[in-house]
C-alpha cells in the first residue's frame, strides 16, 4: 500500500513540475528576448504566436478529452483509438493549411511552420501520456524543449522575429521528438482504414467547442491589441496578459 501511495505523489509531482514550466517558460522567454533585443521584436511574434496557437487548437478538435474517455471504454483498443483520431482529424489541419496558404500569413515564415507542425505533433500523443501516466517523460520533454528555445536565444547575438520563431520551433520540435519516443513512437500504418467522421469530428465538436469560445474568451483582448496597438505596445501587452494567465492557470 505504501508503494502505490507513493507511486501516486510521484506522479502527482512531476505533473506538477510538468505544468510549471509553462508559466516559468512564458515569462523567462519574454525577458529574454526583451534583455537582448527590444519589446518590438517581442510584439512581431505575437501574431505568429497567435496564429500557430489558435491552429494548433484547431487541428486538436477537442481529441484528447474524446479519446480519454474512449481510452476508458475501451482500454483493448487504446492505439486504433488514437490512430483514428489522428488520421480523422487530418481533415481540419488541411483545410487550416489551405486557408493559411490563401492567406499568407504564417507560411511565408518557414520557422512559424515549423514551430505549428512541432507542436500539433506534441498534442497528438497527449491522450497516450495521460493515459499511460508517463508524466516523468513529458516533464523531461518540456524541460528539454525549453533548455532549447533558450540555448537559440542566447546563441545568437541578433534576436528578429525570425530568430525567435526558430526559437520556438526548436522547443516544439524537441517536445515533439521526446514525447514520441516516451510513447514508444506508436506506428500510424493503416490509420486509413480506420478514418470515422462521425466519432472522431463530430463527437469531438462540443469538446471543441468548449475548449475553443474558453480560447477566445481568454485572449480575444490580445487578438484585440494586435491589431490596434504598435509592435512594441502589443508585446508589452502580450507579457501583461500572459502574467494574469499564469496566474489563473496555479488552479
Known amino acids: 500500500m ?3 501511495e507513493q507511486e501516486r ?14 508559466p516559468i517558460g512564458g515569462l523567462l522567454v519574454p525577458w529574454l528576448v526583451i534583455q537582448r533585443s527590444s519589446q518590438e521584436a517581442w ?26 474517455r474512449e481510452f476508458a471504454r475501451m482500454p483493448d483498443r487504446v492505439l ?28 511565408k515564415d518557414a520557422w512559424a511552420m515549423s514551430w505549428l507542425v512541432g507542436l500539433v505533433l506534441a498534442n497528438n500523443v497527449e491522450p497516450l501520456i495521460i493515459w499511460g501516466k508517463k508524466f516523468a517523460g ?23 522575429a525570425d ?5 520556438f520551433a526548436g522547443n516544439q520540435i524537441a517536445r515533439a521528438l521526446i514525447l514520441w519516443s516516451v510513447v514508444g513512437f506508436p506506428s500510424l500504418g ?21 475548449g475553443f469560445s474558453g480560447l477566445l474568451a481568454s485572449r480575444i483582448d490580445l487578438y484585440t491589441a494586435n491589431v490596434l496597438l504598435d509592435r512594441a505596445e502589443v508585446g508589452r501587452y502580450q507579457i501583461v496578459a500572459s ?6 492557470a496555479l488552479a
Do not use: E
Not at 43 to 68: C, E, F, N, R
Not at 147 to 160: H, K, P, R
Open 190 to 210: 493503416h490509420a486509413f482504414r480506420l478514418f470515422n467522421m462521425r466519432m472522431h469530428l463530430l463527437t469531438a465538436l462540443p469538446f471543441f467547442l468548449i
Open 163 to 167: 530568430t525567435i520563431c526558430l526559437s
Open 138 to 160: 513529458a516533464a523531461v520533454a518540456d524541460a528539454m524543449g525549453l533548455g532549447v528555445q533558450v540555448a537559440i536565444i542566447l546563441w545568437n547575438q541578433y534576436l528578429d
Open 9 to 22: 505523489w510521484l506522479r502527482f509531482a512531476w505533473n506538477a513540475a510538468r505544468y510549471a514550466l509553462g
Open 243 to 248: 502574467l494574469f494567465i499564469q496566474f489563473q
Open 43 to 68: 510584439g512581431q511574434v505575437v501574431l505568429p504566436m497567435i496564429l500557430v496557437q489558435l491552429v494548433a487548437h484547431i487541428t486538436q478538435w477537442g481529441s484528447k478529452d474524446l479519446l480519454l
Open 80 to 107: 486504433d483509438l488514437w490512430r483514428a483520431s489522428a488520421i480523422t482529424r487530418a481533415v481540419p489541419w488541411i483545410v487550416c493549411a489551405l486557408m493559411l496558404t490563401r492567406s499568407g500569413l504564417i507560411l
Open 2 to 4: 505504501a508503494s502505490i
